[in-house]
Structure formats: C-alpha cells, structure tokens
C-alpha cells in the first residue's frame, strides 16, 4: 500500500493543520516525564498548543515577517516554538547555545532580531547590550520575571494565558520565508541562507521519496540540535508522513532511550557512531577470551554476508549456514542496543569512514551515508536500501541537477538551492552565472551514478613537490587508531606533512594496561614506550597509503577538540583555521626540529606544555 504524506498544503503551519484534522489521536509525540516514563502527545494537543503559544506571540507583539532567535538545546518545547513563530507568520532563527558568543551576535546583527527565546537567563550574558537594545521581546523557557531586569521580558507561561487558538488572518504564503539558517563557519564566520516554506515542502518530499520505506506510525528520535536544520527537516519529515517523534533532550542519554523507543528509522553524525562502535568494541573485550573468539568469528561471518548483499550476490554456502546460526546467536544481540524495529540508519553532516560502515554492516546495521550542504535545502545524494554503495555519498536526490565542472568540482542545479546569502553582499562566487551552486568539494560520479567525494576545495593544498593533498582522506585512516579523537593534516608549501592529533588518555592507558599491567604515564617523564606504540599504530593504519601522504612528524594533545575551545563547528566540523592559529608556534616548531632531524639524521622526541612532539 503507498504510504500517504500530506504535501497539499502551502505551509508548514497548515501541514500541521492537515496532519491534527486527518489524525487527531495519533500520538505525535513522546517525551520523559520527571519518572522516567514516556509520556504521549496526540496530534491534536500538538496542534491546539502551538496555536496557543502563537496566539501569545502575537498579543506581545510579533509580526509576520519577523526575524525571532531561539537559544535553547533541543526539545519538545524547541518544537512547539519553532511551529507557533511560523504560524504567527514569523521567520525562525535557530541559535546554538554553545555557539561562540561572537558568532551568536552576528547573526543577530546580521537577521535584525526582533526578539529573542531563551532557555535560561544564563545565555543572556553571550546577548551584547546592542543586541539586546533591539530586541522587542526576550522570552525565557525555565525563567522567572525576577531572572531579567529587560523591559519586554516574559515568562513562556505569560504566552499560554491566552485561551484563544491562533487566528490566520494574516494568511501566508508558501513562498514566505520560513527559517534562515547560518553555514557551520569552518573558514570564518558564518553566513545565512534563507528558506520559503514552499522550499521545506520540497525538501520533505524529496526526502521521504528517497527513503520510502518510512511510513505513517513508525518511531523517530529527535535528539540533534534543533538550532541546525538536519533534524528539523526530519521532524518536517514527521508531520508529513504521520510519524511519532521521541525527544531525548540529553544527547548522551539516547543510547540509554533507544532500546525503549525501538525506532524504525535513526538518523545520526558519524562522531555518534564511532563512540557506539567504541562501546561496542569495549563490550566485547570485557568478555572471556573464548567468548570474544566467537563473537569475531561472527562478525567475520556477518561481513562476507553484508559483502554479498551489498554486491547483490548469494552468500557462499558456508557462510548462509553459519550466518543462519551465528546472527541470532551473537549478531542479533549486539544489534539490540538500537532495538529490534531499526529498518536502517542515515549518517550526514561529515563523512563517514568506511570502515566504519563496514564493520556496523557486519553486525547487521546498514548505515546509508547522506551529502548536503547549506546552500541547498534538498539533500544533494544519498545512499538507498537498495541502491547502496559504501565510500560513496549516494545517488542525486530527485529535485537536484548535478554536473562536474572540468576541475572536478561538483555543481549542483534546483528548486532547493539557496538565492545568495542573507544580508551579505559577498557571495564568494558560489552561483554560477547559469544558475549552478558550486559546491566547494571535487567528487567523482561512477557509471552507476554513485558520487564519491574527493575531497573540499578550500582543504586541499600543495606541498612544495607540487602534489595535490587532500587532508581528510589522511586524517581518516589515523582516526581509525582507537584512542585518536581528531586529527588534522598541515603541510601547504612543506617539503612534507605533519598532524596533530588529539588523543583520548584513559583511552591510549586502557589499551596499553592489556599489554603491560603496570604500565603508567606521568606528564613529566613520558615514556619511550608511549611514543613507540602510537607511531606504531598509527603507522599501521597509513601504511597503504603513498608514502609522500605519510606524515614525517606528529604534534600531540590530551586536550580534546571542542565547539568552546573553537576548535570545532556546531555540526563537530574541524574549524582548520582556528586550530592552525591555536598551535602556529607549535607546528613551526615541529617544522624546525624535523629540518633539524633531517638534515643531521637524528631522530626527535621532545615533550612541551602537554604538546608531544616526535618524528617516525
């Protein structure tokens, strides 16, 4: 039977409207109550409060057409905020709380706030006075009228007094502006790019065509930050299709949630499946040593078997007749901690290492890996049930026109591309004059239609041979060593390479303690054997690739990166240049002492401010 979505109405207050009318007591969403029990929300209770709260929005004196910030981690009420600004005709803003404060302020400079929701009055102090002094209103989530000495300041309770619903009297229109969104700022500050509802509609369309299999009844998990538009458009997504939306507020709650929701769809960024993998990993090694031999063996069984599906070929007979014992046995337990409903995951926002997906597909986990960027609200390509293609980011999603110009830059065409950026006269050269969206990442597209992306324009350099590098597919493999949380590859203009990697401690000493029990470090007097065991096992891990792509010298830290520290965007994107200018003086020094080395045929370890510096 085809799987009714609601793609009628001209905006997404009235696909709402549309989704209340058709299913009234269906659940829409689940959220924890102080027991720890899953609590239900009809569609209809949705609807009657979102109309309630955009009836406040108005009597305090929101406008259509008004820019409305909203600061606060993600949800239940992100969500009934964000659907109230809509339908009283504003246009939302999603801001991060743990953005920087400078990059808080510039958008909203840049949007031209006319007023301001927050969490708490904690997150008034990254609001400057200029900011502030705009602002019609300010209104706090768990905040009282003695938290805040500004004028305009209500309570979230002031706007449910109303017992009125909303009234549309100002009707809008699908091509009204719905939401502007700001990029993750990876090379500086962030832009905007704004959104029409008609847009959102086709986005949600696009999408649900791809995965198809997602139907009306089946379980999400609303657990990303809401300030990014990844996980409002599956919750858009939601509403469409008739789904029940599961909000975990607490991103490190979700595996705890996850075997109780049993979702039938779970969408993530690849840092989540990593540490999975790593707990996972961690599980099995607590085991006894025949007990792990076992659940390899499985695994091992599990990977040919995910290899033909993937190749879409009988498994050999051999592995058909262990699989038939060993999956219920051991691979159907792993799997547990996802639920027994789990159809397949979607990764996006970064790439996904593809070993990483291999190893999950051997445990019976299909993770599809998704490719978009900001300046198009439709996902650009995505792996599918049954078109899938591991190391590729997919096949075009319908509503996209994708060419490759002749330096390999991948171009993209369509209804879902942005027109410019928001209030910014510089548009970097991103449209084409024939209406293309230069994406800023070379990619190849095989004789299937699978692209394969290559590498990001502005990451990609020269070292002084000449040769082109691309840094991520570097820094991939050195990640793969367990206790390695990032890795960042330098060497534009350079004879040769150097990376920084920040290393997980408690991570490096628990593999360490297996091989030697008394192993300890003090940060005063590291040991040689500290220094030997990462270069060996980082060694391991590059050692296909070519030699000129080898890092000749390492910067280490135990300090992790962070969205704080600059160190990372938002979306957990490497900010190059920030970390490049936090460790300048560091990796001029390493270029030093390797020149040293190389030249005198010495061999460097070094150790200073908690920054270990060594050459292989």
């Known amino acids: 039977m085809k799987k009714k979505i609601l793609m009628a109405s001209e905006t997404i207050p ?90 808080i302020n510039e958008i909203a400079n840049r949007t031209e706030l006319a007023g ?18 705009n602002l019609n209103f300010i209104i706090g989530i768990d905040c009282s009228s003695k938290d805040n000495d500004f004028e305009n300041f209500f309570k979230l309770s002031d706007l449910q007094k109303t017992k009125n619903e909303y009234c549309f009297s100002n009707r809008l229109n699908s091509n009204d502006p719905a939401t502007i969104i700001f990029t993750s700022g990876t090379t500086g500050t962030p832009k905007g790019i704004m959104y029409t509802h008609a847009q959102i509609f086709l986005a949600c369309k696009s999408i649900l065509e791809t995965f198809d299999d997602v139907e009306e009844g089946n379980k999400l998990v609303c657990w990303l930050p809401l300030s990014n538009l990844f996980q409002r458009m599956i919750n858009f997504c939601a509403i469409a299709i008739g789904a029940s939306t599961y909000f975990v507020e ?23 499946f990593q540490k999975l993998y790593s707990g996972i990993r961690e599980e099995i090694d607590q085991k006894s040593v025949w007990i792990q031999k076992l659940i390899e063996w499985a695994l091992k069984v599990g990977d040919t ?27 159907k337990r792993i799997r547990q901690l996802m639920g027994s409903n789990l159809k397949y995951i979607v990764s996006g926002s970064a790439p996904m290492p593809q070993w990483l997906l291999e190893r999950f597909h051997a445990m019976g986990i299909l993770i599809l890996e998704a490719y978009g960027i900001s300046e198009n609200i439709i996902p650009i390509a995505a792996n599918q049930v049954n078109a899938v293609k591991f190391g590729t980011v997919g096949k075009p999603l319908s509503g996209n026109n994708i060419r490759l110009l002749n330096d390999g830059e991948l171009v993209v065409k369509g209804p879902g591309v942005f027109s410019g950026y928001y209030n910014d006269e510089s548009q970097e050269g991103s ?20 692209i394969t992306l290559t590498g990001r324009k502005t990451e990609i ?37 150097i990376a920084l990697l920040s290393i997980s401690l408690p991570l490096f000493l628990k593999q360490a303690k297996k091989l030697n029990p008394t192993f300890t470090i003090n940060k005063a007097n590291i040991p040689t054997a ?35 520290g600059g160190e990372l965007t938002a979306n957990l994107k490497l900010r190059r240049k920030n970390i490049e200018i936090k460790f300048k003086k560091q990796i001029s ?28």
């Open 530 to 564: 500290f220094y030997n065991s990462i270069k060996f096992d980082v060694i391991q891990e590059i050692a296909q690739l070519p030699k000129y792509k080898h890092p000749a010298g390492f910067l280490l830290t135990t300090h992790p990166f962070t969205i704080n």
């Open 250 to 272: 607490n991103p490190q709650d979700v595996l705890k949630y996850i075997p109780s929701i049993n979702p039938h769809f779970f969408a993530g960024v690849p840092r989540f």
């Open 431 to 450: 449209l084409k004059s024939d209406g293309y969206l230069a994406t800023g990442d070379y990619a190849k597209i095989d004789n299937e239609g699978f």
């Open 116 to 133: 301001l929701i927050i969490q708490n009055p904690s997150l008034l102090k990254k609001i400057s006075s200029n900011v502030r002094s």
């Open 305 to 331: 078997h995910a290899c033909s599906l993937r190749s879409k070929k009988t498994p050999p007979l051999s592995t058909r007749i262990f699989y038939k014992v060993l999956d219920p046995l051991i691979l």
């Open 461 to 497: 350099f020269k070292i002084s041979t000449g040769r082109r590098i691309a840094p991520a597919a570097i820094e991939e493999r050195i990640r793969r060593v367990a206790y390695i949380d990032h890795a960042v590859v330098f060497g534009a203009g350079k004879n040769f390479l």
């Open 14 to 103: 009235s696909l709402l409207k549309a989704r209340a009318q058709q299913s009234p007591e269906t659940v829409a969403h689940w959220t924890i109550d102080g027991f720890g029990t899953w609590q239900p929300t009809t569609w209809r209770e949705f609807h009657h409060t979102v109309s309630i709260l955009a009836a406040g929005l108005q009597n305090i004196g929101l406008s259509p057409g008004q820019k409305i910030g909203l600061m606060a981690p993600t949800s239940q009420t992100w969500e009934y905020l964000q659907m109230a600004i809509l339908m009283a005709g504003g246009i939302i803003i999603g801001i991060d709380p743990h953005d920087l404060d400078e990059n």
């Open 589 to 616: 020094q390493l270029y030093a002492k390797l020149k040293e080395t190389h030249e005198s045929g010495n061999r460097v370890f070094d150790n200073a401010n908690n920054i270990i510096i060594y050459e292989i």
